[in-house]
């Protein structure tokens, strides 16, 4: 089978490929489906475009899930992430590999393969393939590209010329500095940065700084094409190369950089199929000199700050990495990190991880694009254009009045064939206006060229020119204020048409971006939705029809301005630091305040990772990798040990995240024991205690279920399930179980008084512990882990008559907690196993293991008392059931807890192993006594627990520890 892909800028009909007959002709391009039908039916082959025309996003989010897969693994000495900082820039290229992979089952093996001459994709397809590609025309190299090059010059203007000429050769401003070090604006006042490396980012960056007159901005340009004039008089401008640096005292940085980026691209290459694709096509080939540069870039921007007394940084475009590295600094200073989109609408939001602090939307309609692009906080997104709409003083004008819009695009940029655009709505549009006695108006985008535009439209035209007028470097309200109507594909422009009520149409069949767009403004009602090009010549009568709604309602959809005293408190106020934690993290601020968190391990088992990581990680790198079956490839250690610590029981309503968050659903559980038995081996206990003992071996990805405390729902709610699954589980208990009296774990129960009790304003003091109590939720938090410490080194006896005292010193009633014990599912959350129930447990097959006698901290114990809490549960449990009791789990399990002491102790209480509460790996002979386990909480997804069972969430989690130290 033979096929051909022809290159963007070649034509079917022209060159020596149209010499041959082809089996299949693919299109690196774009155009439309009649395009396509017309090649088809011309030539007899079929012939398909490697873009689909949808509004399907996954392209996208597949970039997020690449990208997220080498986060952390590049960081410079300020702690900076440069794979986060360059990659979304190349989001393009990865665009292109998807539809690569989505186009690949159309190409049988054994394919002959040619191209009408290079390109990235053909390229990366006939790799992907393994199989030889064939060009028509090669690559022009040295003296014979000059043609091509003045070709292309004549595209663009002048100053377009300099501008790219500036950013080949001296990216990093190690030429632009010699002569821009006089142009510093060595301010006093504080002020906002406004970093800008585009027309359009300055255009909104200034808009803002208008809200505010009586504060200073500083506008830094990194390009010519950001510059501006005239400025609002509270606005400084200067170029970025006057704070460049010289390059001295960076080069082992680089080295060093450049030599993690090859390990990693190596590593990468083997494992994620989408950076094999992108490695074979060089698409990474540039990223050392991009690393060089941009480490030059940084210094650059760090230096400015530095310089000028910078309160926080608004910056309008961060998928630009010259214009997101202030942003990124100034969340690393602690400084006001702002971000509001220069366009109507943020496609970089569907890939990449969102580090301002505070997020500015112009109205409804960009706040629910947001949301349905990315999880960002509610309280973090403020609703606020930059004052008042520009387009409302845009008359919409009398039906016969008025010039029909064409908004063009740089379609050429992202591989469209804008000549067969231009050839299929041009000629339609020249003729509605000609039969409504309107001018056609080309508005054309800043990246596009006019004489070239011009060229093209009089060859569509055949000569014709009579009333069409080319605008460029127009601003858009201008255009607008005298439109009868426009047309786009998904251009922003149909928001400002929207706003100035002049209606605007939508050419659904050229959508070819993937981003959403056109979709969010017909859903809007931005602009209404035509669906071929014929449909185009309806156009006086949808005009016509055409019913704008009330200016009020616009203005909340598209442009609802900024309360300026809300701005101000944005971007000059008082940045409270936060904590960098999710779900997936310990909160920051409790691990500063408990001495419980020491250790590289908390209380409860949390990593520490900053928290755009933790989005990225878990809701889209792991559920990428689980859809692929990778974890069950990527399960490394002997056996993983589950802990689970119970289920959240039916009819409680769980109000309690910080005390709830350690149990999980019973439809949680049920699907974690369901995927176990489709992909690994759990195996029983007693299985386990022979591979132990070197008695047996152990089936390949082995897990064993464990679960700690003893708590009543482990019969009433875990074991039936388990029944049902028909699965065994070790069930640690404690000795408080050795009776028939309900009881609560007691450093639940500290808790739970410390939640319950009223506010008040009373100090309580007991021995050597005096503390008082506070309002806040987080305080509380905090004194409640400082007291578990406190109160383990106490006797049982003492600690009761600590509660007591306490309760009643807050207000509490007699006997508060039995409303714990007296409701059913309180009881079932709450309430340890009676000795009668663990009996029941034991019975129905499980195995009961030992969790001390009082679950203290043992690290507080003495010797003595450590040996106690271990030996005397063991034989004590091992009385009332009548069986051995071969396993000991240590209380909290961190190594702020546990230590080589307390494994020395359980060896000599003549257990056969114990286990912490952390991940690691399985090694029965080193780890004996301090064997690891994967625990399990209520917020883990389905994919996110795969991850902990296959170790590849410890391993990341070690990666980043390394990194961070």
Known sequence: MRILFLHPEDALGTGAWSHFRWDLIIDLGYASSSVYEDWNSRSGTRVLSIF??????????????????????????????????????????????????????????????????????????????????????TERAGVWRIPHMMGESRKLRPEQIVEIALDKWDPGFRVRRCFSGHRRAHGAEPVTLLPSAYSNVTRIALAYARQLPHRQFLLATTRRNAQTAPLPANVRMVPLAAYAKSSRGTGAEIRELQRAWREFAQEMCMEVAGFRGADRTAIWAQFPNLLKNGIHIRDAWENLLQCEPVRGVLCGDDLNHYTRLPLLLARHRDLNAVYCSHGALDGGTLFKVPYARSFLVKGEMELEYLQRATKIKADKVIIGAPGENPFHRAKHLRSEDGDLVFFSQPYEVEQGRGDEIYREVVPVLYAVARQTGR??????????????????????????????????????????????????????????????????????????????????????????????????????????????????????????????????????????????????????????????????????????????????????????????????????????????????????????????????????????????????????????????????ELPKRAVVLTCDDGLLN????????????????????????LNDDPVLLWHTELYLLLRDAPLCSKSFSFGKIEFALAGDPDQRHALWLQLVKRLSALHVAERRDFLNQAAKCFGLSTGWWLEYIDSPSLRRRFCLLSQGELKQLSSAGMTIGAHTLTHPVLSQLTDSSVRSELADCRRTLADCLGKPVWALAYPFGDSGSTGAREFRIAKEAEYDCAFLN??????PDSMRYSFPRIHVNGSMSLAVYEAHISGMHDRLRNRFRTSAA
Not at 68 to 87: F, S
Not at 504 to 529: E, K, N, P, T
Not at 722 to 736: I, K, P, Q, Y
Not at 918 to 923: A, K, Y
């Open 439 to 696: 001018r056609l108006v080309i508005k054309l985008h800043p990246f596009e060229s006019k004489q070239q535009r011009s060229e093209l439209i009089a060859s569509v035209l055949s000569g014709q020119r009579d009333g069409i007028e080319i605008l460029s470097r127009v601003p858009p309200e201008e255009v607008i204020s005298r439109a009868w109507c426009g047309v786009t594909v998904d251009s922003s422009v149909a928001v400002e048409c929207a706003l100035s009520g002049v209606p605007c149409f939508l050419c659904s069949w050229l959508d070819f971006s993937g981003m959403g767009y056109l979709q969010q403004f017909a859903r809007s009602g931005a602009g209404q939705v035509i669906s071929r090009a014929s449909d185009l010549e309806k156009i006086p009568d949808l005009v016509r029809q055409f019913q704008t709604d009330s200016e009020r309602a616009r203005a909340r959809r598209f442009w609802h301005p900024v309360d300026p005293d809300q701005l101000e408190r944005i971007l000059f106020g008082h940045v409270q630091p936060q904590p960098e934690s999710e779900s997936f993290t310990t909160s920051a601020r409790q691990a500063s305040l408990s001495p419980l968190l020491r250790g590289p391990e908390s209380l409860f088992n949390k990593i520490a990772m900053s928290r755009a990581t933790a989005q990225v990680v878990n809701r889209m790198f792991y559920p990428a990798l689980g859809s692929m079956r990778y974890f069950q490839s990527a399960f490394t250690s002997t056996v993983s040990v589950v802990t689970y610590h119970g289920i959240l029981p039916a009819g409680y309503k769980s109000e309690d995240g910080f005390l709830d968050d350690v149990l999980i659903s019973a439809e949680a559980f049920r699907a974690q024991l369901r995927l176990l038995k489709k992909h690994y081996n759990v195996i029983s206990p007693d299985r386990f205690l022979g591979w132990i003992k070197c008695q047996e």
């Open 714 to 737: 482990h019969l009433t709610d875990m074991l039936p399930i388990l029944h049902d699954e028909r699965l065994e589980c070790l069930f640690f208990a404690t000795g408080s179980s």
């Open 918 to 923: 952390v991940p690691g790996n399985s090694d």
């Open 52 to 137: 689909p025309c949808s509004a399907d996003t996954q392209g996208y989010r597949w970039i997020s899930q690449v990208l997220a897969r080498g986060r952390g693994r590049l960081l410079d000495r300020m702690g900076l992430d440069w794979w986060e900082i360059l990659a979304v820039g190349m989001y393009q290229d990865l665009y292109a590999l998807y539809l690569l992979d989505r186009i690949r089952p159309e190409i049988p093996e054994q394919a002959e393969l040619f191209s009408s001459r290079p390109h990235l994709f053909s390229k990366a397809l006939a790799d992907l393939l393994h199989c030889p590609l064939h060009n028509f025309q």
